[in-house]
């Protein structure tokens, strides 16, 4: 079983300031960890993904996580914040290699402030 | 990069009539395509998977009578949403496998049943 929590539905940061989305996962198994960002009446798009290989991963968009197994966190950065950021980011967990079944968080809705 | 069309995008209908969603990937094959529903400010609950030539596979608690999956060709899966009534008005997400452990979202259809 799998289960991904996101701390804060809701996140306000000033343009240029330090954005961090907070994701925690329980997997029984090896986890694979995706982040997402959804725009307002639009599909998923794909951020990032951690697939068991480097533990710091970049992604699009300046966004890069942090895979930390004994935290069991995956928590989404970005040094400065850019109007264009300010959407809807879902964290998502799948059992492994070879897994499309994700188990998505509640997400967390980034507002940017100018 | 791979594209996941959905159509429509906004579907309005009366109670108990049906209504198809389609999913189509436009430049690469999938074999597997997945069903989500998306409740207003909540994340993504997988309704099921649909793969080409056979039956979908139903998440638990989700009808199959009522929410039919078709996956005709490697291009192309539709759901149906039969004798829809208030209660399936939603967002409605497909995606596709593109590529190793990669999904594609399509832009999502909503939904509205009056």
């Known amino acids: 079983a799998q289960s991904v929590t996101q701390l804060g539905s809701h996140v306000s940061v000033s343009e240029g300031a330090l954005v961090l989305l907070r994701c925690n996962y329980s997997?029984?198994?090896?986890?694979?960890l995706f982040w997402y960002v959804q725009y307002p009446n639009q599909g998923l798009q794909l951020l990032l993904k951690y697939t068991s290989a480097a533990t710091l991963v970049k992604g699009i968009n300046g966004f890069e996580a942090e895979f930390k197994k004994s935290e069991t966190s995956f928590h989404l950065t970005k040094p400065s914040a850019h109007m264009s950021d300010a959407a809807e980011y879902f964290c998502?967990?799948?059992?492994?290699?070879?897994?499309?079944?994700?188990?998505f968080g509640k997400g967390t809705k980034l507002s940017v402030i100018p | 990069g791979a594209v996941v069309s959905q159509h429509p995008s906004r579907v309005i209908c009366k109670s108990g009539t049906s209504v198809k969603i389609e999913c189509r990937s436009l430049d690469f094959q999938a074999t597997t395509m997945f069903w989500y529903r998306q409740f207003p400010k909540q994340s993504l609950m997988l309704m099921a998977t649909?793969?080409?030539?056979?039956?979908?596979?139903?998440e638990q608690g989700v009808e199959k009578d009522k929410f039919l999956i078709n996956h005709a060709s490697l291009t192309l899966s539709t759901l149906t949403v039969t004798s829809a009534h208030p209660e399936d008005s939603s967002f409605y997400i497909c995606?596709?496998?593109?590529?190793?452990?990669?999904?594609?979202f399509g832009a999502g259809s909503r939904l509205t049943v009056l």
């Open positions: 998502a967990v799948a059992p492994g290699a070879g897994s499309y079944q994700l188990t």
């Open positions: 649909s793969n080409e030539g056979s039956k979908a596979t139903y």
């Open positions: 997997s029984s198994v090896p986890p694979y």
């Open positions: 995606s596709a496998r593109s590529g190793a452990n990669v999904l594609t």
